[in-house]
């Protein structure tokens, strides 16, 4: 079944700010991905496989639509999903997606993903306008020194005192009510769209809209590729272009095991 993108709440509307590596969910949150939205249908596979044709196999490259993690898919045989599609990757329902193959970084991403990413962002934060203008009515201090405000980038003292000024007033009814009392602020859908690819891409102090990139993600193996990885809902690799031991949904193990080079880089994701 697949799905416009939903005008809906999230568990958590209330952006506790977490630093880079604490990985502990927020009390009632749910932290699993049973939605995804795709970015880019590979039928060859990745654009480094430099294996002959015959041997690849297609690949669908998605944004998760609860912690928007990138994740690389085994698509159903036969199903080709259109970009900004958004469909089911768990065991009962199966339109596009057979399994999940592994959680992906911004740099595995397909050329054609990347430039995707910030399109669907955009529809995707207008369609949330109610969680995300709650980022502006309640932002809070970091630090003594910094305000969440300041993470969006072109957001500095001057601005940031001007939105906090004017959501003493009662909190914001949308981005145009935003804009309305904030007159120097300038597209904050698009401000937050940047802080979303930013906090994608890694390396951030602050994780406010996405989850944060595993560290298994940035560690590369001896050999030169990246290491293998435990992945939310997705089979066992034992060796590339080998057998496969098909598992339950959300906890299985899904990583590349190469004999020679690297050895074995297993991780549990999330």
């Known amino acids: 079944m697949t799905d416009e993108i939903p005008n809906r709440q999230r568990a ?27 970015l880019d249908y590979l039928p060859y596979g990745r654009e ?78 207008a369609a949330n306008e109610s969680r995300f203008i709650q980022f502006f009515s309640k932002a809070a201090p970091l630090s003594m020194r910094q305000n969440s405000l300041e993470l969006l980038p072109g957001v500095g003292k001057k601005l940031m005192q001007d939105v906090l000024d004017a959501s003493k007033k009662g909190p914001f009814a949308g981005f145009a009510d935003l804009k309305a009392r904030v007159p120097t602020l300038y597209n904050p859908e698009k401000l937050i769209v940047q802080r979303i690819v930013e906090e994608i891409k890694g390396g951030q102090k602050y994780y406010v809209f996405a989850a944060p990139p595993s560290r298994a993600l940035t560690q590369p193996r001896e050999d030169g590729g990246r290491q293998g990885n435990r992945s939310y809902g997705g089979n066992r690799d ?33």
């Open 238 to 270: 034992d060796r590339q272009g080998g057998g496969e031991r098909s598992g339950g949904y959300g906890g299985n193990r899904d990583g590349n095991r190469d004999g020679r080079g690297g050895g074995r880089g297993g991780r549990r994701d999330y």
């Open 48 to 125: 480094t496989d430099n294996r002959p044709v015959y041997q690849k196999k297609p690949l669908i490259h998605a944004l998760g639509d609860n912690k928007l993690i990138l994740m690389e898919l085994i698509p159903v045989e036969g199903k080709i999903p259109p970009a900004h599609t958004k469909t089911h990757i768990g065991d009962k329902e199966k339109d596009y997606v057979e399994r999940v193959k592994s959680r992906i970084s911004y740099e595995e991403l397909s050329n054609a993903a990347k430039l995707e990413l910030p399109l669907l962002l955009e529809d995707y934060v």
């Open 12 to 38: 958590d509307p209330t952006f506790e700010h977490k630093r880079h590596g604490d990985r502990k969910p927020e009390s009632g949150r749910d932290d699993r991905e049973e939605w995804v939205w795709v």
